[in-house]
C-alpha cells in the first residue's frame, strides 16, 4: 500500500515537473510580426533594400543583444509581404529566437528571397488585419507587436484608421516604419513628403502603448532605421523584465 502510494506521490510530481517544464519552453516576452511593403510602388532595387536591411538589421550587435537577453523567454519574430487588398505573403513564420544561430538562419532565409509577382495596390488596412491574424497564433507572449514598414497612404481595401480600432481591441501595438519618396530630387521637399506621411500614418495607422513611428529618408536609409527601430521595440521589454515594478 505504501510503495503504492509512494508510486502516486512520484507521478504526480514527475507530472507537475513536466507541466512546468512545458509551460517554461512555450514562454514568450514578445511576438513581433514584421510587414514588408511590396506594392507597386516598390521597385527590384527597393525590394532588394527592404529584404535585405532586415537582415542587416537582424544582425547588428545591439539588436541581436536584445533579441538574445532572456533566452527562458524567446522572441517570436515572423515576417510577410503585403501589397494589394488580397495579396499578403508569408515569408518566414514564428521563429523563436533563442540562439545566434537562429538569427543567422532567419537572415539567410531573408537574403535568399526572390521577388514574387504582386498586386498593385497600397493596402495598408488588410495588410494591419492579416498581422493581427498572425499575432492571434501567439496569445501566450507577453507582448504582441505589428510592425509595418510602407512609403505611401492606402489606396486599395479597408481604411487603416478602421482596422486600427480592431488591434486596439486585440491589445496589439503597430509601430510603423515610414519610407519617404526618392523622387524628389530637393532634400527639403524629400523631408517635407517624409513628414507630410509619418503624420498619416501617426493619424491612421500606429496604436498602443509606446507606439511610434521610425522614419527612413530613403530605401538606402532602410537597414540603419529598421535597426533603430528593432533597438526601440525590444529594449523597453527587457529592461521592465529586469528591473519590475515592486
Known sequence: MKQTSRNAFL???LSGIAGTAEANSTDCRQALALGLDVSGSVDALEYR?????????????AVKNALLAMP?????????EWSGATDQH???????????ADISILQETLRQVLRREAAPG?????SMRTGAAHLDRRPHCWKRTLDI?????????????????ELEAKGITLNALVIGADTSGLADLKQAELGELSSYFRVNVITGPDAFVQTALGYEE????MARKLERELEGLVVSSLFPEN
Open 11 to 13: 507521478a504526480i510530481l
Open 49 to 61: 533594400l527592404q529584404l535585405d536591411g532586415l537582415a542587416s538589421a537582424l544582425g547588428t550587435p
Open 72 to 80: 527562458s523567454a524567446p522572441i517570436q519574430l515572423l515576417v510577410y
Open 90 to 100: 508569408l515569408i518566414a513564420d514564428w521563429t523563436a529566437i533563442e540562439t545566434a
Open 122 to 126: 497600397t493596402a495598408l488596412g488588410p
Open 149 to 165: 514598414s510602407g512609403d505611401g497612404k492606402a489606396n486599395s481595401g479597408d481604411h487603416p484608421k478602421g482596422v486600427r480600432a
Open 222 to 225: 532602410y537597414a540603419q532605421a
